[in-house]
């Protein structure tokens, strides 16, 4: 299917209004389709036919005009806002239920995910050193709008991300993030506030 679709999309993979990506627009229909109801898919929104998305026991709500382009994944319970994209590589896992969303992960407007990143919204139980690894807990992970993740990153279960901040590539985010916050290393600090560079131009 990746050297079809190569071949017919001339070894582009954002969406445009190319005929191969009105083409994705079937492949999603087809898509949510197998999946009833559990999978809500706007027409405006471009999902790859080489992305792998499956709600498992959840729901994956996409908002307008998103794009998941080759090579991502994302499964169980996940909700999208507007104007969302999601990169190459990129693997968002959400836990739970609709009517039990202990592990959603909830991603608002006009969020750009990078390339390889990972937002996976539970932890395996390792609270008892004998027993088997296995069972998840979930925790919820919540990205609030115009967020930009960057490359590499991964985001921890429990994590809020505040509204107008940017993840700088290779974080590791193990706690709440501040609106506006720009955040960096392993683990994830603020390096600075971007309403600081607007208030030295006015």
């Not at 079809?4 to 999603?28: E, K, L, M, P, Y």
């Not at 706007?42 to 794009?67: D, M, W, Y």
């Not at 990205?143 to 930009?148: A, L, P, R, S």
Request: charged letters at 20%.
């Amino acid at each position: 299917m990746s050297l079809v679709w190569n071949w017919i999309n001339r070894g582009g993979n954002q969406a445009d209004g190319s005929r191969a990506w009105r083409f994705t627009s079937w492949c999603g229909r087809r898509m949510a389709l197998r999946h009833g109801d559990r999978i809500v898919l706007p027409a405006s929104t471009r999902v790859h036919p080489n992305a792998l998305v499956h709600p498992r026991k959840g729901l994956i709500r996409f908002g307008e005009k998103c794009q998941v382009v080759t090579g991502a994944i994302i499964q169980g319970n996940v909700s999208f806002g507007d104007d969302c994209s999601v990169q190459s590589g990129t693997v968002i896992v959400g836990y739970g239920t609709p009517e039990n969303p202990v592990g959603q992960v909830r991603i608002g407007n006009h969020v750009r995910i990078a390339p390889f990143v990972q937002i996976i919204a539970g932890n395996h139980d390792i609270s008892d050193p004998e027993a088997p690894i296995g069972k998840v807990i979930g925790e919820p992970i919540t990205i609030e709008d115009n967020v930009w993740v960057g490359g590499r990153v991964v985001i921890t279960a429990g994590v809020t991300v505040g509204r107008n901040a940017v993840l700088a590539a290779g974080a590791v985010v193990t706690k709440d993030v501040p609106p506006y916050a720009i955040v960096g290393g392993v683990p994830a600090k603020v390096i600075r506030d971007r309403r600081a560079n607007l208030e030295k131009t006015l």
